[in-house]
């Protein structure tokens, strides 16, 4: 899902006419775009996680400083939203 979709539901949910019910529908697109996201960045990282796992006999993961990686503001959105922590707790539960 591209970032701008987000964005797209996310102006959608600005201000409505009270009683209509367009404010919850509009929550509600952004709460299914940002569950799709959610479901993407999951299953890429169980495939990734899985196929580093198989594809070696020793996986080595370094502590990284991750709050000085993002004062950096031009790679900082994707550091953000990489998930490092989750997919360092898939490789350590599939490595045992």
């Given at each position: 899902?591209?970032?701008?979709?987000?964005?797209?539901?996310?102006?959608?949910?600005?201000?409505?006419?009270?009683?209509?019910?367009?404010?919850?529908?509009?929550?509600?697109?952004?709460?299914?775009?940002?569950?799709?996201?959610?479901?993407?960045r999951h299953d890429f990282l169980h495939?990734?996680?899985?196929?580093?796992?198989?594809?070696?006999?020793?996986?080595?993961?370094?502590?990284?400083?991750?709050?000085?990686?993002?004062?950096?503001?031009?790679?900082?959105?994707?550091?953000?939203?990489?998930?490092?922590?989750?997919?360092?707790?898939?490789?350590?539960?599939?490595?045992?």
């Amino acid at each position: 899902m591209r970032p701008q979709a987000v964005g797209v539901g996310a102006a959608s949910a600005g201000p409505h006419a009270e009683g209509t019910g367009e404010p919850a529908k509009a929550r509600a697109k952004v709460a299914k775009i940002h569950c799709r996201i959610r479901d993407r960045r999951h299953d890429f990282l169980h495939k990734l996680s899985t196929r580093i796992i198989r594809e070696n006999q020793t996986v080595v993961i370094e502590d990284l400083n991750v709050r000085n990686l993002v004062g950096n503001h031009r790679p900082a959105r994707a550091i953000s939203d990489a998930s490092w922590s989750q997919l360092r707790r898939m490789l350590e539960y599939k490595a045992d």
